[in-house]
C-alpha cells in the first residue's frame, strides 16, 4: 500500500482560505485527471466539503508524491503554494487510513458526531468511479470508510450531536425549540455563496424558513445558489440575490442572519446590527448587563464597580473565641472586624463586640481614653444605664474609628440585578472563521449571537468523551483490519503464481511420465496425476498460509519478495496475475459505476 492523503481542513487553515481554495464539480474532476496523469499516481479521488479539500492518492514514491500532489492542490485552487503550503498536512499508508475513517466517523469535524460527512465520501467515490480515478485501493478504502463510519453511529451515541455545523448553530439559535417550529415562515439573509454559506442556505429552505436573501460581492455566485435554492423540488422557499451594500438594509427586515464570507475583517460590526434592530423594532437597542457572561447565553460580565470583584475572606481561625457573633450563621466572605459584620446590632451586642475586638477594653473606655472628660463620662454612664442612647454609642465608635485607624474589611459584592433581556428580534449565526460578526453584538438586547466559539463551548459541553473514545477504538481496531487485509492480499499475485508454476511442474512431469510409459492406461495415469497434485498441495499448503498470515502482519510487506525469491518465481508471472486481478476490479468498477448512474437518476 502507497496511499497519500495531502489536504487542508479547518483545523490547519482560516476559514478564508479554504474559501478560496475552494474547487467546484469542475475543478474536482479535472485535479483528478490531472493527478491520475501525474508520474506518482495511479489512483486518485477528492473529497472537498465545506471544512476541507483533500486529495487522495496510491503512488509509487512518497516524497515525489507529496510535491506532486501539493503542487495540484495550488494549481487548482488557485491559492499560491508558497502561501498554501504551511496549512497542507499530509498522511502516508496506515495514517493516511486513520485519517479517512476518523473523518467518516466525525472525530475530524467542526461539530464532531456530524454524520453529512458521510454522504460527501460516497459522493466522492461515485465522482472517482465515474472518471476512472479510482482502482482497487481507493474502492476498498473508501467503501471501508462508510462502513466505518455507519458502524460508529449505530454502535455509539456520537451522533447526539452529529448534525451539520449549520444544523448544531440554527439549535443554539432556537434555544431548544424545535427547530422547524421556531424557522418555519421566518426571512433569512445570507451573507455569501461559498460552500458553507450555500450548506447554510439549503438548510434553511429544508427546516422551513419562508424567504432566503444571498448576499454576495461576486453577483454570479449569489444567483447561481439562488437558481440551485429555487429548483430544489423538496423545497418551495422564495430567493432573491442582492449586493453586499445592501446588507444593512436586507438586516432589517430579515429574522435570521447567517454569514460566512471568509473575509479579513468584520462584515457585521455591532453599530450595523444595532442600526438594523433599531429601525426593525423602532425602540432603541440597549447592552444587556449580567453579572455572569457567556457566548452560549448572549450574556456577557461588564464589571464597573471594584466592589464586584470578589476578595478572599479573611481567616478566623483562632480569632473567634468569645466572640459575640453567631459564627454558624455568618456568611462566608465577611469580616469579623469590620463595619459589615456590626451593622444593624443592637446596643449592647454592639458594646460587647467593641470590647471583644479591643481585647477586653470597651468601645466606650477608649472613647474616654482618647479625649472624653467628665462631661463625657456622666454622659457615658447615662448612656449604660439608658439603652435609648445607642445613637451615642455609635458616635463614639465613629470617634474611635477617626482616632485609632479604619479596621479594613472584606465586603462581599453587591448582587447586581440584571433586567431580563427582551426576546431577539434578530437571530444571527456566525460560521467564519476568522469571525464576520463583532463580538460585541452578544451583548445587545434583542440580538441573539451564535459563533463558532459559541458553538465550539456547547459542543464541548455535550456529554460524549465515552462515545468519542469508543469511537476511536473502533477507528484503531478497522485500521489495523483494513492493514492486514491489504498486506495479505498484496501477497496473493505472489502465491497464486507460485501455485501456477507448481500445477505446470506437475503437468510436466506427467508429460515424461507417458513418454516413458506409453501403455499406460487411463485409469493409472488419472490415479498417478492425482497423487502427485496432492502431494504437491499438501507441500505448499502449510507454507502458503504461514506466509499470507505473516503478511498481514506489519512490516509483513517482504515476505512476498522472500518468497519470489526462495522459489525462483517469474516477476512477470507474478505482475501478469496483478493485471488480471486489476481488469477483474475494472470490470466490476464499471458495471458499479453503471448501476450508481442508474440509481442516482437523470443528472
Given at each position: 500500500?502507497?496511499?497519500l492523503?495531502?489536504?487542508l481542513?479547518?483545523?490547519?487553515?482560516?476559514?478564508s482560505?479554504?474559501e478560496?481554495?475552494?474547487?467546484?464539480?469542475?475543478?474536482?474532476?479535472?485535479?483528478?485527471?490531472?493527478?491520475?496523469?501525474?508520474?506518482?499516481?495511479t489512483?486518485?479521488?477528492?473529497?472537498?466539503?465545506?471544512?476541507?479539500i483533500?486529495?487522495?492518492?496510491?503512488?509509487?514514491?512518497?516524497?515525489a508524491?507529496?510535491?506532486?500532489?501539493?503542487t495540484?492542490?495550488?494549481?487548482?485552487s488557485?491559492?499560491?503554494?508558497?502561501e498554501?503550503?504551511?496549512?497542507?498536512y499530509?498522511h502516508y499508508?496506515?495514517?493516511?487510513?486513520?485519517h479517512?475513517?476518523s473523518?467518516?466517523?466525525?472525530?475530524?469535524?467542526m461539530?464532531?458526531?456530524?454524520?453529512?460527512?458521510?454522504?460527501?465520501?460516497?459522493?466522492?467515490?461515485?465522482?472517482?468511479?465515474?472518471?476512472h480515478t479510482?482502482?482497487?485501493l481507493?474502492?476498498d478504502?473508501?467503501?471501508?470508510?462508510l462502513?466505518?463510519g455507519?458502524?460508529?453511529?449505530?454502535?455509539?451515541?456520537i451522533?447526539?450531536?452529529?448534525?451539520s455545523?449549520v444544523?448544531f448553530?440554527l439549535?443554539?439559535?432556537?434555544?431548544?425549540?424545535?427547530v422547524?417550529?421556531?424557522?418555519r415562515?421566518?426571512?433569512?439573509l445570507?451573507?455569501g455563496a461559498g460552500?458553507?454559506?450555500?450548506?447554510?442556505a439549503a438548510?434553511?429552505a429544508r427546516?422551513?424558513v419562508?424567504?432566503?436573501?444571498?448576499a454576495?460581492?461576486?453577483?454570479d455566485r449569489?444567483e447561481?445558489?439562488?437558481?440551485?435554492?429555487?429548483?430544489?423540488?423538496?423545497?418551495?422557499?422564495?430567493?432573491?440575490?442582492v449586493?453586499?451594500?445592501?446588507?444593512?438594509?436586507?438586516?432589517?427586515?430579515?429574522?435570521v442572519a447567517v454569514?460566512?464570507t471568509?473575509?479579513t475583517?468584520?462584515?457585521?460590526?455591532?453599530e450595523?446590527?444595532?442600526?438594523?434592530?433599531?429601525g426593525?423594532?423602532g425602540t432603541?437597542?440597549?447592552?444587556?448587563r449580567a453579572a455572569?457572561?457567556?457566548?452560549g447565553?448572549?450574556?456577557?460580565a461588564?464589571?464597573?464597580?471594584?466592589?464586584?470583584?470578589?476578595?478572599?475572606?479573611v481567616?478566623t481561625?483562632?480569632?473567634?473565641?468569645?466572640?459575640?457573633?453567631?459564627?454558624?450563621?455568618?456568611?462566608?466572605g465577611?469580616s469579623?472586624?469590620g463595619?459589615?459584620a456590626?451593622?444593624?446590632?443592637?446596643?449592647?451586642?454592639?458594646?460587647?463586640?467593641g470590647a471583644?475586638?479591643?481585647?477586653?477594653?470597651?468601645?466606650?473606655?477608649?472613647?474616654?481614653?482618647?479625649?472624653?472628660?467628665?462631661?463625657d463620662r456622666r454622659?457615658?454612664?447615662?448612656?449604660?444605664?439608658?439603652?435609648e442612647?445607642?445613637?451615642?454609642l455609635?458616635?463614639?465608635?465613629?470617634?474611635?474609628v477617626?482616632s485609632?485607624?479604619?479596621?479594613p474589611?472584606?465586603?462581599?459584592?453587591?448582587?447586581?440585578?440584571?433586567?431580563p433581556?427582551?426576546?431577539?428580534?434578530?437571530?444571527?449565526?456566525?460560521?467564519?472563521?476568522p469571525?464576520?460578526?463583532?463580538?460585541?453584538?452578544?451583548?445587545?438586547?434583542?440580538?441573539?449571537?451564535v459563533d463558532i466559539?459559541?458553538?465550539?463551548?456547547?459542543s464541548?459541553?455535550a456529554?460524549?468523551a465515552?462515545?468519542?473514545?469508543q469511537v476511536?477504538?473502533?477507528?484503531s481496531?478497522?485500521?489495523?483490519?483494513?492493514?492486514a487485509a491489504l498486506?495479505?492480499?498484496?501477497i496473493t499475485p505472489?502465491?497464486?503464481?507460485?501455485?501456477?508454476?507448481a500445477?505446470?511442474?506437475?503437468?510436466?512431469?506427467?508429460?515424461?511420465l507417458?513418454?516413458?510409459?506409453?501403455?499406460?492406461d487411463d485409469?493409472h495415469?488419472?490415479e498417478?496425476?492425482?497423487t502427485?497434485?496432492?502431494?504437491?498441495?499438501?507441500?505448499?499448503?502449510?507454507?502458503?498460509?504461514r506466509?499470507?498470515?505473516?503478511a498481514?502482519?506489519?512490516?509483513?510487506?517482504?515476505?512476498?519478495?522472500a518468497?519470489?525469491?526462495?522459489f525462483?518465481?517469474?516477476?512477470?508471472t507474478?505482475?501478469?496475475?496483478?493485471?488480471?486481478?486489476?481488469?477483474s476490479d475494472?470490470?466490476?468498477?464499471?458495471d458499479?459505476?453503471?448501476?450508481?448512474?442508474?440509481?442516482?437518476?437523470?443528472?
Open positions: 500500500m502507497s496511499l492523503v495531502v489536504g481542513s479547518h483545523r490547519s487553515a482560516p476559514v482560505l479554504l478560496r481554495a475552494s474547487l467546484s464539480a469542475d475543478g474536482q474532476d479535472k485535479l483528478l485527471q490531472d493527478t491520475v496523469a501525474a508520474e506518482p499516481a489512483e486518485a479521488a477528492v473529497l472537498a466539503t465545506c471544512n476541507r483533500e486529495l487522495y492518492a496510491d503512488v509509487d514514491k512518497f516524497h508524491g507529496v510535491a506532486e500532489l501539493s495540484l492542490l495550488a494549481q487548482h488557485g491559492v499560491g503554494l508558497e498554501l503550503t504551511p496549512y497542507l499530509v499508508e496506515d495514517r493516511a487510513v486513520h479517512l475513517f473523518v467518516a466517523c466525525g472525530l475530524d469535524s461539530v464532531v458526531g456530524e454524520g453529512q460527512i458521510l454522504g460527501q465520501i460516497k459522493n466522492s467515490l461515485a465522482r472517482a468511479q465515474d472518471l479510482a482502482g482497487r481507493l474502492n478504502l473508501f467503501q471501508q470508510a462502513r466505518v455507519k458502524r460508529a453511529h449505530s454502535e455509539t451515541g451522533d447526539r450531536a452529529g448534525q455545523l444544523t448553530g439549535q443554539q439559535l432556537s434555544a431548544g425549540a424545535d422547524q417550529a421556531w424557522a415562515g421566518k426571512k433569512a445570507v451573507i460552500s458553507m454559506s450555500s450548506l447554510a438548510t434553511l427546516v422551513g419562508g424567504e432566503i436573501v444571498i454576495n460581492r461576486t453577483w449569489a447561481r445558489l439562488v437558481q440551485i435554492l429555487t429548483e430544489d423540488d423538496d423545497t418551495d422557499v422564495l430567493a432573491r440575490a449586493p453586499m451594500d445592501a446588507v444593512p438594509l436586507e438586516l432589517t427586515r430579515a429574522d454569514s460566512c471568509g473575509a475583517g468584520l462584515v457585521l460590526t455591532a450595523t446590527v444595532t442600526a438594523a434592530v433599531e426593525r423594532t432603541p437597542v440597549t447592552v444587556a455572569e457572561g457567556g457566548h447565553s448572549g450574556r456577557t461588564v464589571r464597573t464597580d471594584v466592589r464586584e470583584t470578589p476578595l478572599p475572606p481567616g481561625t483562632g480569632a473567634d473565641e468569645n466572640c459575640p457573633l453567631d459564627l454558624a450563621a455568618a456568611e462566608p465577611f469579623l472586624m463595619e459589615s456590626v451593622a444593624g446590632m443592637d446596643a449592647a451586642t454592639l458594646e460587647q463586640h471583644w475586638v479591643g481585647g477586653g477594653a470597651s468601645l466606650l473606655e477608649r472613647s474616654r481614653e482618647l479625649g472624653g472628660g467628665a462631661a454622659e457615658s454612664a447615662r448612656a449604660e444605664a439608658d439603652p442612647t445607642d445613637a451615642e455609635i458616635t463614639a465608635l465613629a470617634a474611635t477617626a485609632a485607624g479604619r479596621v474589611e472584606h465586603r462581599r459584592p453587591e448582587p447586581v440585578a440584571a433586567a433581556r427582551p426576546e431577539p428580534a434578530l437571530f444571527v449565526l456566525d460560521l467564519a472563521m469571525r464576520d460578526v463583532d463580538a460585541a453584538v452578544h451583548r445587545l438586547a434583542g440580538v441573539r449571537l466559539e459559541s458553538l465550539a463551548e456547547a464541548a459541553d456529554p460524549m465515552a462515545d468519542v473514545d476511536r477504538r473502533i477507528v481496531d478497522e485500521v489495523a483490519a483494513f492493514g498486506r495479505a492480499a498484496h505472489t502465491v497464486v503464481a507460485l501455485r501456477t508454476m500445477a505446470d511442474v506437475v503437468s510436466s512431469e506427467i508429460a515424461r507417458e513418454g516413458r510409459l506409453p501403455g499406460l485409469k495415469r488419472a498417478i496425476t492425482q502427485v497434485r496432492r502431494v504437491v498441495d499438501k507441500l505448499l499448503h502449510a507454507p502458503t498460509v506466509v499470507k498470515q505473516l498481514a502482519e506489519p512490516g509483513g510487506a517482504g515476505y512476498a519478495d518468497l519470489r525469491t526462495l525462483d518465481l517469474d516477476p512477470e507474478v505482475a501478469s496475475v496483478s493485471r488480471a486481478d486489476r481488469d475494472d470490470s466490476e468498477k464499471h458499479d459505476s453503471e448501476k450508481h448512474s442508474k440509481n442516482r437518476g437523470p443528472a
